[in-house]
T-cell receptor, first 114, second 113 residues
Framework: NAGVTQTPKFQVLKTGQSMTLQCAQDMNHEYMSWYRQDPGMGLRLIHY???????DQGEVPNGYNVSRSTTEDFPLRLLSAAPSQTSVYFC?????????????FGSGTQLSVL | AQSVTQLGSHVSVSEGALVLLRCNYSSSVPPYLFWYVQYPNQGLQLLLK??????LVKGINGFEAEFKKSETSFHLTKPSAHMSDAAEYFCAVKGTGANNLFFGTGTRLTVIP
């Protein structure tokens, strides 16, 4: 089982550039989410989706866009990268939106914005 | 609103010693509580979860946690630390009906041989 797959693993951007972090899961999970992890701040929720066509904002959504056109894919778009977006990004999914079961995490994308 | 506070960003224990990682929660509704572990350069993995059944929850790798409503705590313990337990541990909370999971800031566990 592939589980949750994130690409790329590493990325360096210049300020103002745009890019898309890819996330795909092959477990037919309804719930998908994006977190960023920063030292001393733990994981903070950026955006989440409870099903195809449905997305909502988390704690730190500014500067990021998402869409959920299929159950499998949940890409995260940085429209105009800023140094403050340097972080490790994790995609996570769960079978159902209630989140009473565990989150399945990808292996992360390390992003540096210069 | 839900939140968790993890006391101690770094904890060091000797191999074979008791592991105690502290987590206190804040929730206006009955909480669901989780402990996750992150090994270097990996995503998080679920250790255990509390969903209002038994207050003492057993997880993987010999870890357990006790839900104490009176103390609003959900501390993680393991009787005897192993070198392979060295990792970062995150406490997380969600409220009933919510579909957001809120994580603490993490505690890095070092095991000294």
């Amino acid at each position: 089982n592939a589980g949750v797959t994130q690409t790329p693993k590493f990325q360096v951007l210049k300020t103002g550039q745009s890019m898309t972090l890819q996330c795909a899961q092959d477990m037919n999970h309804e719930y998908m989410s994006w977190y960023r992890q920063d030292p001393g701040m733990g994981l903070r929720l950026i955006h989440y989706s409870v099903g195809a066509g449905i997305t909502d904002q988390g704690e730190v959504p500014n500067g990021y866009n998402v869409s959920r056109s299929t159950t499998e894919d949940f890409p995260l778009r940085l429209l105009s990268a800023a140094p403050s977006q340097t972080s490790v990004y994790f995609c996570a999914s769960s079978p159902r939106p209630a989140l009473n079961e565990k989150l399945f995490f990808g292996s992360g994308t390390q992003l540096s914005v210069l | 609103a839900q939140s968790v506070t993890q006391l101690g960003s770094h904890v060091s224990v000797s191999e074979g010693a008791l592991v105690l990682l502290r987590c206190n929660y804040s929730s206006s509704v009955p909480p669901y509580l989780f402990w996750y572990v992150q090994y270097p350069n990996q995503g998080l993995q679920l250790l255990l979860k509390y969903t209002s059944a038994a207050t003492l929850v057993k997880g993987i790798n010999g870890f357990e946690a006790e839900f104490k409503k009176s103390e609003t705590s959900f501390h993680l313990t393991k009787p005897s630390a192993h070198m392979s337990d060295a990792a970062e541990y995150f406490c997380a909370v969600k409220g009933t009906g919510a579909n957001n999971l809120f994580f603490g800031t993490g505690t890095r566990l070092t095991v000294i041989p």
